[in-house]
């Protein structure tokens, strides 16, 4: 758990602020990519894994790829050096962006290569809402064990409330990334023996070694860190991670109409 927190606190500056924070009230709008890019920047990329390290502030103020990544995560390691090293015709490093076959940077962060989930329901408003926590949170999902979740008022699985416009929208990949931290499933960190345990549990695809997938190698059952919307970082067992939760959804005042539990969580799967 040590070696964990202090990986999670680089993310932070002297004040014990997540960076993470900084992006919410550094633009009015997502300013375009400089250069020639393979994929064009739109909202859209903030309710995906793959892409919504790519907003420049957020970017700028986590620095490299490397505070995304925990030394509990060794299953995200590799992946994470071969992000960082990439370089794309711009020679920006550090971030996964590389030379596209036509030239251009080609913005895309593996999924495989990041620690942290990301709450859909975060908002500076509410400041106890979750912005983020580590990915062996647990919570039922179709690459995971053929399972869908939806949220309360939604019409259909993997869809969050989005603040952009007071509506619902599909996470990004839901297949492998949605989850909800309100479902049944969820609010609570995985047991890394269910590797084992549920080692015959099938997805959607037919595929059997799903549950170690989402998993941390150095996190046991009981332990994960969560980042609220104020900038603080906590340690938490899983009876603390379900007193949160509720705080969350207790929340209100913020920009959301209605308050979201979903989060996008990366697996390795």
Known sequence: KASYRGNYEQG????????????????????????????????????????????????TELES??????PSDPASKRANQLQYAEMGPEKFAGWGIKRHNNGSNDSHFNHRAQSYAIGLGADLQTPKSILALTRNVDGDCRRKNNKKVQEPGSNQWGRYFSGANQNWQNVGSRDHMHTSLGHASSGKWMDPREAITKKN???????????????????????????????????LSS???????QAHAGSSGGTLTRQSLSI??????
């Not at 996008?264 to 799967?269: F, G, I, L, N, Y």
Request: some cysteine.
């Open 201 to 235: 549990v099938k997805n959607g695809w037919n595929q059997t070694d799903n549950y170690g997938k989402f998993t941390m190698g150095g996190l046991d059952a009981d332990a994960g860190n969560v980042a609220l919307s104020d900038g603080s970082t906590h340690q």
């Open 65 to 70: 790829c490397k505070l995304i990544l925990s």
């Open 264 to 269: 996008m969580r990366p697996t390795q799967r």
């Open 239 to 245: 009876a603390e991670l379900a007193t949160q939760v």
């Open 12 to 59: 932070r500056d002297n004040n014990g602020n997540v960076n993470f924070q900084g992006t919410t009230t550094s633009y009015a709008n997502l300013p375009k990519l400089g250069g020639t890019n393979s994929r064009t920047a739109n909202w859209g990329w903030a309710r995906y894994v793959q892409y919504v390290w790519f907003l420049p502030s957020l970017r």
